[in-house]
């Protein structure tokens, strides 16, 4: 089943705030699944705080961005928002760096996806639903879980970065603007 999960693009002063993935060691919008019992806002509040430190206001809702195909599927709400206080910190066992770039010096690599919800925040759009599907020729049919993918990465005995790297070498995005634009 496909998740529901949320994006927050904090941007202050020309550039905006990323996280390092712990699990893969790629750079990431804030991002986690909404929980029972909250709502995609308070979703988007949340895992900022919980992945950076930073309090924030959310400023606007930027679109929904559907992954689908190889990867593990998710529906993800992509917000902007502005900090509004605490303090830059990163979450244990989730992101290694947290760190503010210039809107011209994104880094890389970055998670599957990102790059458009990037620009997309970036630029100031609004209203947008895009299907971004994932597909990967060498792969099997069947669709690789989460799960999967940190049981492959433990056992390559590779370094987190490079097995995402080998992961997605020959990896295709097929992007589809459904609404807005």
């Known amino acids: 089943m496909t998740g529901i999960a949320v994006n927050v693009a904090v941007i ?7 996280t390092k993935r712990e699990d893969f ?3 990431i919008l804030p991002s986690g699944g909404v929980e029972d019992g909250e709502s995609v806002a308070q979703a988007a509040i949340r895992e900022t705080k919980e992945e950076t430190g930073l309090d924030v206001e959310l400023i606007q809702l930027v679109g ?3 992954r689908l195909g190889y990867m593990p599927g998710v529906h993800a709400a992509l917000f902007t928002a502005k900090p509004v206080g ?3 910190k990163c979450q244990e066992g989730e992101t290694v760096a947290v760190e503010w770039f210039a809107f011209d010096d994104i880094p890389s690599p970055l ?3 990102h790059k458009r919800r990037i620009e997309d925040a970036i630029a100031g759009v609004s209203g947008v639903a895009v299907a971004q599907e994932i597909n990967r020729p060498a792969a099997p049919l069947e669709r690789l879980l989460w799960k999967d993918m940190i049981r492959l990465r433990d056992q390559s ?14 990896v295709t995005i097929q992007e589809e603007v459904e609404v807005g634009e």
């Open 157 to 170: 005995g590779l370094p987190r970065q490079t097995f995402w790297l080998q992961l997605v070498e020959d």
């Open 111 to 113: 998670s599957i996806g």
């Open 12 to 18: 202050h002063e020309g550039k905006i705030l990323l």
């Open 64 to 66: 929904i961005y559907s």
């Open 86 to 88: 605490g303090e830059i």
């Open 25 to 27: 060691e790629t750079w």
